[in-house]
């Protein structure tokens, strides 16, 4: 009687049994977490190959261009920027976000401007550089309509050795908080190739996006300790604001003498834009990428995660900000992507997304780069606008 009663008080208290919750097809067999999956009734009642399954769990949508996290890219070539009829002299590269400021749109940027190309780390001199970010500075660059742009010459120059970036200071972003303006940028104390590239985060700050810009003077993102998957270096620090707090998303390498470099993605947090930042416990947060790219998204982050590892070009989403799903696979991601993201400082809880932004291309002489490019982007990655296969973009 007791075999017969206890299956009935089951039924009676969980409205079902375990046979009925580990049907083949059962929501029970979701394989993540983070969206609202539920498998369609019109599957077919038997069991399902992985990939089926995966199609139905794994991501936002069964169908790419329903899934607000996939999009195609389209770019377009900007006016305003001159460099030297493209003879390697002059770069520009890894831009920041672009903000929306006294009516205008601001980018920041990597600007090299030297007597020879690059030579690489050997023949590199005080004056000739090693790399395409050797011997560069901060410069910003402004814009009414996002195409067109006026370079207003530099922002952040590099201090006097040996302070922090006295060699170069490069791959900038901007953060407002509390409405002052800070530039995080890499501050190289040797040359690139001369493990200059081994380099931590520094931040300058002011009072408006034109500057003056005030150099804080102290490294505030430092290399990990030895040992650490970013001892040896902290690149593409991303600043955003989500939670309440300074959200900075960077790259590391796993780097070293001889080792290959397995790119991943860090986060630090601060309440304070000059830190200290605390680096989470959980990282690196993004196996794959290479620059930074992410912005907020509902009520989490999203990211661009593009060139590098197993999950490169991916678009990803995590709730926490930490613990990063993949939401769309695609192609032809913006290299160094610097969206326009309109509410990336306001702590929203809402995150509207992106639809254009700067990127840079890279030419193919050497490994150093004769020069780099900046370039617009346009996608769809938006809550507000429906047009991932960007039909609608024809720029
Ligand atoms: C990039 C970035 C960082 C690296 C170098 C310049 O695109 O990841 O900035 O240090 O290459």
Not at 210 to 226: K, L, Q, Y
Not at 294 to 300: A, M, Q, R, S, T
Request: net charge negative; proline share 8%; aromatic share 12%.
């Amino acid at each position: 009687l007791r075999n017969a009663l206890l299956p009935l008080l089951l039924i009676l208290l969980f409205g079902c049994t375990d046979r009925e919750t580990s049907e083949p097809n059962s929501n029970a067999d979701r394989v993540t977490g983070g969206f609202p999956f539920v498998l369609p009734d019109t599957l077919p009642d038997r069991p399902l190959s992985a990939a089926l399954k995966r199609n139905y769990t794994a991501y936002p949508a069964p169908r790419p261009e329903e899934n607000e996290l996939y999009s195609q890219f389209k770019y377009t070539e900007l006016k305003g920027f001159d460099y030297n009829g493209g003879d390697g002299t002059i770069s520009r590269r890894d831009p920041s976000k672009v903000i929306f400021a006294n009516g205008k749109y601001y980018v920041w940027y990597t600007h090299r401007h030297t007597p020879t190309p690059p030579q690489g780390a050997e023949k590199s001199t005080e004056t000739i550089p090693s790399s395409d970010w050797d011997l560069a500075d901060i410069w910003y660059a402004t814009s009414e309509d996002g195409f067109t742009w006026t370079e207003q010459g530099v922002a952040v120059p590099r201090p006097p050795k040996p302070q922090v970036g006295w060699r170069s200071v490069t791959t900038t972003d901007i953060l407002e908080w509390a409405g002052k303006y800070y530039l995080y940028y890499q501050g190289f104390m040797e040359a690139s190739g001369k493990r200059g590239d081994d380099c931590p985060v520094a931040v300058s700050y002011a009072d408006s996006p034109d500057g003056p810009w005030t150099a804080h003077g102290e490294v505030v993102i430092p290399n990990g300790a030895a040992g650490e998957w970013d001892q040896y270096s902290i690149h593409d620090p991303y600043p955003l604001v989500h939670d309440g707090k300074i959200y900075i998303y960077y790259k590391s390498d796993f780097g070293g003498e001889g080792k290959k470099l397995v790119r991943m993605h860090g986060l630090a947090t601060a309440d304070d834009p000059l830190g200290p930042f605390t680096k989470h416990p959980l990282n690196p947060v993004l196996n794959s990428g290479h620059e930074t790219t992410l912005f907020p998204w509902k009520e989490g982050i999203a990211a661009l995660v593009i060139k590098d590892g197993n999950e490169h070009f991916t678009v990803q989403y995590a709730e926490d900000g930490v613990n990063f799903e993949i939401a769309a696979i695609t192609d032809l991601m913006p290299t160094a992507a610097g969206p326009f993201i309109p509410d990336a400082f306001t702590d929203t809880k809402d995150g509207r997304g992106i639809t254009w932004g700067i990127a840079h291309l890279t030419n193919a002489t050497t490994w150093a780069h004769n020069h780099a490019v900046l370039l617009r982007f346009d996608c769809d990655l938006s809550q507000d606008v429906h047009d991932p296969d960007m039909k609608n973009h024809n720029y």
